[in-house]
Each structure stands twice: as structure tokens, then as C-alpha cells.
């Protein structure tokens, strides 16, 4: 249970980054304050702009997917070519969940 009280100076500009900064990852200030002060990690909570282009980009890898298997016996450089882009979405998607 958190009883104590802390107060701490900051200029204008920065309690309005801090606010900002809070909001994005969905923390009040003071608990956004706290994580910071104690080394946690902070994420950022997505929107749905980019919730809406991680489906997108997970629809793209799985298509790309599916047509170099398709390919693989017909054409064999394609369906690398096009298994590597599938790849390269798929490293983008896990750079997005960190």
C-alpha cells in the first residue's frame, strides 16, 4: 500500500514530456516516475494505427509464406527470393513487440 508522499522540481516543458511520455504507455505520471526511478521497463502501449499495421504486415509475411511454397518446385529462385521477404517482415514484426 502506498502511503508516502514525494514531491520533486521539474520545469514546465518537462512535466508536459512527462505527461506525454506517461499517457503513451497507458501509466499515470507518478507510476511512470516510479518505474523510471527504479530502472523498470516502461513499454509503450500501441495504437490502433499500429495495431492495425502489425495485422497487416502478419497477413503479408504468411501470403508471402504460402506463395513461396507454392513456387518452390516450379521455380525455385523465386520462391527463395520471395521466402527471404517473408523472412525480412517477420524480423520487422519481432523489432514491433519489443
Known amino acids: 500500500m502506498k502511503k508516502e508522499f514525494v514531491q520533486f522540481r521539474c520545469s ?8 506525454i511520455k ?15 526511478a527504479f530502472g523498470n521497463r516502461i513499454i509503450e502501449r500501441l495504437s490502433e494505427k499500429h495495431i492495425e499495421i502489425y495485422k497487416m504486415l502478419s497477413k ?6 504460402l506463395i513461396g511454397n507454392m513456387f518452390r ?3 525455385p529462385e523465386l520462391a527463395d527470393e520471395v ?3 517473408a523472412n ?5 514484426l ?5
Open 73 to 75: 518446385k516450379r521455380n
Open 88 to 92: 525480412e517482415i517477420r524480423q520487422h
Open 22 to 36: 506517461a499517457k503513451k504507455s497507458g501509466l499515470s505520471i507518478s507510476e511512470y516516475c516510479r518505474r523510471a
Open 12 to 19: 514546465v516543458y518537462e512535466k508536459k514530456l512527462l505527461r
Open 60 to 65: 503479408y509475411q504468411n501470403n508471402f509464406k
Open 83 to 85: 521466402v527471404k521477404l
Open 94 to 98: 519481432l523489432n514491433f513487440r519489443k
